[in-house]
Nanobody, 124 residues
């Protein structure tokens, strides 16, 4: 079974940048999507960006223009480049994998494997 491990979180000032990495070990199925979610205290887990089963990247409207998701191929790490960070980006960021569909690729419903998460804190 695939396992996911995130790295790259930390604390930055508003306007700064961070790059998160997600390393998958084990077998990643070709029909699986791989995505980034985030969750801040008292809020639901939110889809941020996904590399879907067609190798197409999608970024949520809330971070479009500031965040970029990339991956060389299914066997390589998934990255999330976060630029112009804002205090509201503060959250635990999770990597996820699963048999998502076009309808739920930014929803937790599409994923059945989760990493432990990495904390991102943006100071104002």
């Amino acid at each position: 079974q695939v396992q996911l491990m995130e790295s790259g979180g930390g604390s930055v000032q508003a306007g700064g940048s961070l790059r998160l990495s997600c390393l998958a070990t084990g077998k990643m199925y070709s029909n699986y999507c791989q995505a980034w979610f985030r969750q801040s205290p008292g809020k639901e887990r939110e889809g941020v960006a996904v590399f879907d089963y067609l190798e197409q990247p999608t970024v949520a409207d809330s971070v479009k223009g500031r965040f970029t998701v990339s991956r060389e191929n299914i066997k390589k790490p998934l990255f999330l480049q976060m630029d112009t960070l804002k205090p509201e980006d503060t959250a635990i960021y999770y990597c996820a994998a699963g048999p998502c569909t076009r309808r739920n690729k930014l929803s937790t419903d599409g994923y059945d494997v989760w990493g432990q998460g990495t904390q991102v804190t943006v100071a104002s």
